[in-house]
């Protein structure tokens, strides 16, 4: 039996529709929430530092995301909801105070680390957001800030292999 063209094309129509509908629905569920509420509203560095990471890393690691309008639109959407959700969840400056000393301590260890080898903020982000690039004097001014904070040891890499806790 031949199918006709017509028949196709509703076909094609259909699996059209399905896809929309589908990543509507998608969109939908993984649509960014309003902002969870502040817990931290104080500094967690210096004056001075405190803006860079604002600039840089808010976006991801605090509950004051400034979520874009393609932060709406599926599938981008997803990818960006799931960032900031990894994202908090390894480190979230908005519940810094709930974090004993030593571990804000060494999250800023690894901050600093991961700063210093290009691995933050995420090589995607910068592509939309190019004034969250950590300039060389931005990294010296947090690495003296965390020093005066939490000590000198504090700005040198992590012990090799040490895993992140959360
Ligand atoms: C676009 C979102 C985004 C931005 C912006 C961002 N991060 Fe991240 N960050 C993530 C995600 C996602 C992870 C977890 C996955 C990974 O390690 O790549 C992460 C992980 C981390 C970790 C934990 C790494 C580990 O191995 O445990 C640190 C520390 C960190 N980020 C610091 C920063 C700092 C400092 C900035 C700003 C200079 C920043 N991030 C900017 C998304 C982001």
């Given at each position: 039996?031949?199918?006709?063209?017509?028949?196709?094309?509703?076909?094609?129509?259909?699996v059209i529709a399905v896809a929309i509908a589908g990543s509507v629905i998608a969109g939908r569920v993984l649509l960014p929430e309003a902002n969870p509420p502040l817990r931290h509203e104080g500094w967690v560095l210096s004056e001075r530092a405190q803006p860079?990471?604002?600039?840089?890393?808010?976006?991801?690691?605090?509950?004051?995301?400034?979520?874009?309008?393609?932060?709406?639109?599926?599938?981008?959407?997803?990818?960006?909801?799931?960032?900031?959700?990894?994202?908090?969840?390894?480190?979230?400056?908005?519940?810094?105070?709930?974090?004993?000393?030593?571990?804000?301590?060494?999250?800023?260890?690894?901050?600093?680390?991961?700063?210093?080898?290009?691995?933050?903020?995420?090589?995607?982000?910068?592509?939309?957001?190019?004034?969250?690039?950590?300039?060389?004097?931005?990294?010296?001014?947090?690495?003296?800030?965390?020093?005066?904070?939490?000590?000198?040891?504090?700005?040198?890499?992590?012990?090799?292999?040490?895993?992140?806790?959360?």
């Open positions: 039996m031949r199918i006709s063209r017509s028949k196709w094309a509703k076909a094609a129509l259909v860079i990471l604002e600039r840089a890393c808010f976006d991801c690691h605090s509950n004051a995301t400034r979520w874009p309008w393609y932060a709406y639109v599926p599938p981008v959407s997803l990818f960006i909801v799931m960032d900031v959700a990894e994202g908090r969840e390894h480190v979230n400056f908005s519940a810094w105070d709930s974090r004993p000393p030593d571990r804000q301590a060494k999250d800023m260890q690894k901050a600093l680390e991961e700063i210093r080898e290009g691995e933050m903020p995420l090589k995607m982000y910068l592509w939309a957001h190019a004034d969250a690039r950590v300039s060389e004097a931005d990294l010296a001014l947090l690495t003296e800030d965390v020093a005066a904070r939490y000590g000198e040891a504090f700005t040198r890499p992590p012990p090799e292999g040490e895993e992140h806790e959360h």
